[in-house]
């Protein structure tokens, strides 16, 4: 038997005799407690967010500053473009964010259409142009409580949760020691 046949042999063994170990990737159970728990902090913040984002949860004036486009309300929780990226930083990946930014700020333009941008500021002051996201499907509800993790490393993770009948499997990011959503819950 020459090394590399002994060597692939002996790699073999020790991946059988300690293979749950070696995929785990060094997570303990803490680990997991804390994804759990960054993803059912997470998810009801999201579910806000993408009311503002894709529904019309935000309270708005009467009051249009550019045509189509009404300034937020007072007692709105959001005023500012700044406000708004705040609130999506604490609970989504900076990479999703990016791919949220564009409905919310830039708009979408493919062959079949465009969608406007649905935020846009001036002054400081943000408005809404609601009819952007008309049509768009009511979020799904979960149940947090069956959120369990389908995989994980020290970086990413998938949790999977059920909405009714339905599960979702829905990617995790670790950022500055926080698991933020890097895919829709939606």
């Given at each position: 038997m020459n090394k590399f046949t002994l060597?692939?042999?002996?790699?073999?063994?020790?991946?059988?005799?300690?293979g749950g170990t070696l995929v785990s990737c060094g997570t303990s159970e803490a680990d997991?407690?804390?994804?759990?728990?960054?993803f059912r902090a997470a998810a009801p913040r999201a579910v806000t967010l993408y009311g503002y984002i894709y529904g019309d949860s935000l309270p708005l004036t009467s009051?249009?500053?550019?045509?189509?486009?009404?300034?937020?309300?007072?007692?709105?929780?959001?005023k500012t473009m700044d406000a708004f990226m705040s609130a999506m930083s604490e609970v989504f990946s900076e990479d999703?964010?990016?791919?949220?930014?564009?409905?919310?700020?830039?708009g979408v333009s493919v062959d079949e259409g465009s969608i406007g941008a649905k935020f846009i500021e001036r002054d400081g002051i943000l408005s809404v142009d609601p009819t952007v996201t008309e049509g768009f499907g009511e979020p799904r509800e979960f149940d947090l409580d069956t959120a369990r993790i389908v995989k994980q490393n020290r970086f990413v993770a998938i949790i999977a949760v059920s909405s009714?009948?339905?599960?979702l499997e829905v990617t995790m990011r670790l950022?500055?020691?926080?698991?933020?959503?890097d895919s829709a819950l939606y």
């Open positions: 060597l692939t042999v002996i790699l073999c063994l020790v991946m059988l005799i300690f997991e407690q804390k994804l759990l728990d960054d009051e249009e500053s550019v045509s189509g486009y009404y300034v937020v309300a007072d007692d709105s929780p959001i999703y964010i990016e791919i949220l930014s564009n409905t919310a700020f830039g009714g009948s339905d599960e950022e500055d020691g926080v698991w933020k959503l």
